[in-house]
């Protein structure tokens, strides 16, 4: 049976396998490739230990992806009653989430096509879970009589969107919208976002 080199954990494994993947292609990385990344030998087998295949490797970074992002959504679940400052948990959470995560995100957009089972599984995982919880929040405003908006969900959808551009571009191209920083870009969105709302 195949040992593993000590300190070579699943989670290095899983790390170093994303990171190849985003960087290189997933048809271009080889099992050997990982082990080598790892600081195992090529040809020990040791990857197998954690993992069947290459397949289920990268179907084990995914759903990692969504556990964790679950976990990071459960900190919305109290949000302060100031809704700029909830806005702010909201867009943490979300940069928190995205930053953690940007070989995955690369690797996603980048093989999207190769494997649309599994991502369609990571982006309702998205949608099950940050869409949801902002369109929740804003029904609540709403029905409060605190906001005016007339649909919850789809301005959910376009608060989300236009928050998650900016780490997506920097993901994609090494830019941010407008080359801003991120603490600019935040402060503009925030005061966007509390006009739209129309907050009484």
Known sequence: ??????????????????????TRGYDATSVADIQTACGLHPGS????????????LLEAAVHDN???????????????EDPREALRVLADVVWAFMAADRDLIRLMIREFTGFPELFEQMWQGVLATVYRRGTEWLTTLRDQGRTTITDPEA?????????????ILDVLIGHTPGDLTPDRFLTAWLDSAVATLNLR
């Open 45 to 56: 087998g040791a990857l197998y230990k954690h993992f069947p295949s290459k397949a289920a």
């Open 66 to 80: 969504l556990e964790r992002l679950t976990a990071r959504t459960a900190e919305t679940t109290s949000l302060p």
């Open 1 to 22: 049976m195949a040992r593993t080199t000590p300190g070579v954990t699943r989670r290095r494994i899983l790390d170093e396998a994303v990171h190849l993947f985003a």
């Open 155 to 167: 301005t959910a959808a376009v608060l989300v969107a236009s928050l998650t551009y900016h780490p």
